[in-house]
Structure formats: C-alpha cells, structure tokens
C-alpha cells in the first residue's frame, strides 16, 4: 500500500485516503452497504406508525385493506394489528443486525487501516536520508504517527458511518414525501438544501483552522518529548520554572487554535436548529391544514410529522460530524504528507554477502557540504583491508561526516566511496550497513534487557554467544554485579546505566555482529579513563584481521592505528603512524602536546 501512496499528489485529504487504501475496497463497500441498510430499516418505524394511525382510524378501509393500493387486502382490523406487529418485529430486527454489522465492519475497517497507516508512515520514516531529521522535530513526528493516524481511525469508526446514513435518510424520507403530498415535500424540504451549504460553508472555513490545530498539537508534543529527554539538564540548570513556561507557550498556542476552530464550529448546530425549524412547522402547519381540507390522510398527515423530525433533526448532527471531519482531514493530511516525503536515498542495488567481504575502502575526490556550507573537501585515501585507521582533528572538520558517507546517512555532491572495488551507491543498502559494526558516542539502547541490548539486530544468537561477546567489550565486570544479570532491564536508552556501561554495551554489540567493518565514532570521549583503558584492550582484540575506523578526540586511544589522518575545514592536512606524525612537528604533534601536557 506504501507504493499506491508515493503517487498520490495534491489530492484531497479524503482522496488520498481512499487511494492509499486500495486494498479495502471491498471492506468500505460492506460497511456503506451496511450503513444503508440500516437506515432503510430505521426510517420504516415511523412508516408503521402512519399505519397504525391509519388502522385505528379507518378501520377495514385502511392502507392495509386496500390492495389496489398495494396492501395486503386485510380488512379485519385486529388482524391488521397483528401484521403490523409482525413487520414491525421483523424492522426492529433488521435494524439491530445491520446496526450491529456495520458497527462490527467499520470499526475493524478503522483498525486495520490504523494499523497498516501507521507501520507504513513508519517504515517510510525510517527510510528517510539523515538530512530530512535536520529540520524535523521528534515531538512532531510523534504527534503525526501517533494522534494525527488515532484521529483518522476515530473518523472511520463513527463519523463516516453518520455521513452515509445522514444522506441515506435524506434520500428516503423524500421519496416518501413526495409519494404522500409533493407540495407539501416541495415546502418542508426546502431547508435541507439551506442545512447542507451552511455545513459546507462552515467546513471551508474550518479547514485551515484544524491545520493550525494540528500543527500546534505538533508543537506541543515536539517541546514535551525534547524536555523529557533533556530532564536532567533541566535540573542541573534548576530551569523547571523556564521550561514549565516555554510549555504553557506552547499549550497556550494550542489553547488559542482550538478557540478559533471553536468559534465557528460551535455557530453550526444553532444555524441548522433554525432551519430545521422552519421545515418542521412548515409540514405541521401546511399539512395539518391539507388533513382538515381532506386533501391528505389522518394516517399519512401522522407519517409526514414524524418523518419531518427523522429527517430534519439527525442533521443537528452534521455539526458534530463537520468537526469530526475536518479535525480527521487536517489529520490525514499530515499523515499522507509524510507518507509521500521523497525518499532520496536508494535502497536498491547489487547484493552483497558479509561473508564475501574483505573491508578495502577507497574515497576519491570526496566532496560534502550541509546546505551550502563544506563539511568535506576533495578527500582521497585508501584503507587496505584489515588494516586500523583513526581520524583526529578539531570539532566541524569532517570527521563524523565521513562515516556517515560510508554508511550512506547522506549521499556526497560529488566523488565516490568503494568498498572492495565497489560503488557504495551501487550495494544494496542494507547489505552494505550489515557490514559494518558502528559505536557511536551516544549509542542507542532500548528499554530491554542486557542480553537484549547486545544482540539487538542479531537474530537466533545463543546465551553463550552473547556472554563472548560481553567479555570481549570487558563488561562482565558490571553485568555480572546486576540483579539479573543478563536479564536485568536498563532503562529508556539505558538509562539505568552509566556511560561507560553503555558504550560497552554497545561495543559488545558490535563484536557479536562480527563486521568486517567497524566503526568507533568517538566512542570513548566520554568515559573515564579505566572504561578508556578496558575499551582500548578490546579493540587491540576485535580490531585485528578487521578494517577498523576510529573516530577520536583523545590521541592517546589511536597510537596504534597504521595510519592516522589529520582533518581541518574539511581537508586532509597530514597523514601517517603516531610516531610520523610527530616527527613531522605540525598540527598533529600540536594536538599531541596539549593533551599531554608537553611543552
């Protein structure tokens, strides 16, 4: 369903739902079916009451004892009682089975659609180049993934099913209005053209008001979600008071775009009143005088009245609906929106088994920049495989930038990578990414166990396997002291960790994936000095016979590397072992001396 939705354009919100949603067809066709039927059988009571009046009143020259008329030639009265008992039975019935189908086919409608909208919104997301999350809050997308598609599900579970029988009714009563009295259906339905484009009206209007909501419901969310994250800092700073404020801003804006969408959402209901009554006396008064002047029947007089308020007063409804609605639209909108974000990125390629690969990279004439500002200039250098190379230099010089071209988090303006003689750009991607291990500063732990943690991405591995893996990344130490051990939770992102537990962690995740590949994207820059240490022992290990990337602040992690390059403003400056470097008395032996403390 996600290839239906990338071809969707400026269509209306609805319409792109109907799109994305090719493949229930058969699903919505049930429920509007379900939907009519329904309200056929809901009007037919008031019919039975015109009947019944009729019975009582005419007796053996009622409706029902007409069959020229199309009745039953019935002429006992008691008899005709007794029918209209048994249809009235078989009405209820009908609509009590119809009800309860179309209730049961809609809301499952609902619920599957949710369902597929949201993995697809999802998944779509995941595929996004890195740059896309630049200029995009996470409260934000929160807000589309979660209320916006909540808000689409709570429209198809009631409000779609109200629009089909309010026209459904429309349709049916007037039929039988003018089957009964036309003049009299031509005056009381005069309102009903009236109700409708005041609700129309009224929709239009409330359009972009319900955008602003939804996206002020973004806002808040997006400060919500950026401040939990953020609650230690907040304290540290003793900034509540601040932060409480910049949320009542927020919710204060919210507040505010309800209130506009309110003011004229809450004027429908009163407008329709108004017109309803107009319909109403106009058939109490008009067709009480036609049943005086004998020009309509006792029975079919009591019909009209009844079937005036079944047709008129549901439309108080449209008030509700036309909220439900618009709010549904906006909603939809945003997720159809997000849906149809170009992906900018290729998944496609040749494949790649890990097996096969040596890890030789090659970057050729390399060039980058975020917006127009450099990041990357002109860089070219060979990694032979198997081999450990760091890159050091001062913040914004490129370091990062690079791994994140091999790792296709962004594509170069212009140069290539290889890998193994290979375009990058021409690997399956996640064949390429499931050759390389990557340890990030700020590694991403899930709200699981240990065990869970460390396998996370790795499926059908053993308890034993996951334990080699720990003693390598030397974490028994702090596993083994845990309440559970292995099965201990740790925590939102691990929080229940400290950071040179986490990144050990997150090294341990990188030995059992067995990459060819790995990165280490300063992955020590904010651990002590014994973490420094226990980390460094282990890639002195799981470094060797594997091409290994280490991205550092701290020079004395990468002595060992065969080569390390030195980046500024995004150029190679110089490049070589530690000891070269040093000999070679420039920028590099700089940065040396000022962590060293050397004059």
């Known amino acids: ?161 109200q629009i089909i029988q309010v026209v459904c009714s429309s349709i049916m009563v007037s039929a039988v209005f003018f089957a009964l009295q036309p003049s009299l259906a031509i005056i009381s339905l005069l309102p009903v053209p009236a109700i409708l484009f005041g609700a129309f009206w009224f929709q239009k209007r409330l359009a972009p008001r319900y955008a602003e909501v939804r996206e002020a419901a973004g806002d808040v969310s997006a400060r919500l979600n950026n401040n939990l994250l953020g609650l230690a800092t907040i304290k540290a700073f003793a900034t509540e008071n601040f932060e409480a404020k910049h949320i009542g801003e927020a919710s204060d804006q919210y507040r505010m775009a309800n209130a506009r969408a309110i003011a004229v959402s809450a004027a429908i209901t009163p407008v329709i009143r108004m017109a309803i009554l107009a319909g109403f006396t106009a058939t109490l008064v008009y067709g009480g005088w036609l049943t005086l002047h004998g020009e309509l029947a006792v029975g079919a007089y009591s019909v009209l009245v009844f079937l005036t308020q079944r047709l008129l007063w549901p439309l108080t409804g449209l008030a509700d609906v036309a909220d439900m609605y618009q709010r549904s639209m906006s909603a939809i909108d945003r997720a159809m929106n997000l849906l149809n974000t170009p992906i900018n990125i290729s998944y496609d390629g040749s494949a790649l088994r890990v097996e096969d690969v040596k890890g030789a990279l090659q970057f050729t004439n390399l060039n980058f920049a975020y917006a127009d500002r450099p990041t990357l200039q002109d860089i070219t250098l060979t990694i032979p495989a198997g081999k ?105 992102r691990g929080q229940k960790l400290s950071g040179g537990q986490r990144q050990r962690l997150a090294l341990a995740r990188a030995i059992l994936k067995n990459p060819p590949i790995l990165i280490l994207d300063e992955a020590t820059s904010a651990v002590d000095n014994e973490t420094e240490a226990a980390i460094q022992r282990s890639l002195d290990v799981v470094s060797k016979n594997r091409t290994t990337i280490v991205i550092a602040h701290r020079l004395s992690t990468i002595r060992q590397a065969d080569c390390i390059y030195l980046l500024e403003n995004g150029r190679i400056v110089e490049s070589g072992t530690h000891d070269e470097l040093i000999r070679l008395n420039g920028g590099y032996l700089s940065l040396w001396r000022l962590q060293t403390g050397e004059r």
């Open 388 to 492: 450990t190379v760091a890159f050091v230099g001062s913040t914004g010089s490129g370091k990062s930038t690079l791994v994140k071209l091999l790792l296709r988090f962004y594509s170069a303006q212009s140069g290539e990578i290889r890998l193994d003689g290979l375009p990058i750009d021409g690997i399956k991607l996640q064949d390429l990414r499931r050759a390389i291990g990557y340890v990030a500063q700020d590694s991403f732990l899930t709200d699981g166990t240990i065990a869970e943690n460390i396998a996370y991405g790795v499926n059908g591995i053993s308890d034993e396997a996951i334990a080699e893996a720990a003693i390598a990344a030397e974490a028994m130490e702090f596993i083994e002291k845990m309440p559970l051990g292995f099965a201990t939770r740790i925590g939102e």
């Open 1 to 161: 369903m996600a290839n239906s939705a990338h071809k969707l354009t400026n269509l209306h919100p609805l319409k792109k739902l109907l799109t994305y949603a090719g493949s229930y067809k058969r699903d919505f066709r049930l429920a509007t079916l379900y939907s009519i039927l329904n309200k056929f059988f809901d009007v037919l009571p008031e019919v039975l009451i015109g009947v019944a009046v009729d019975i009582v009143v005419n007796g053996d020259k009622s409706f029902l004892a007409k069959k020229a008329l199309g009745g039953f030639g019935i002429t006992d009265t008691w008899h005709q009682l007794i029918l209209l008992g048994v249809l009235n039975a078989l009405i209820w019935f009908g609509e009590s089975w119809f009800e309860y189908l179309l209730s049961l086919k809609w809301r499952k409608l609902a619920q599957n659609l949710q369902h597929d909208l949201r993995l697809d919104t999802y998944s779509h997301v995941q595929k996004l180049e890195m740059a896309y999350f630049e200029n995009q809050r996470t409260g934000n997308l929160m807000s589309i993934l979660n209320e916006d598609i909540n808000q689409m599900e709570r429209f198809l579970n009631g409000g779609a099913n």
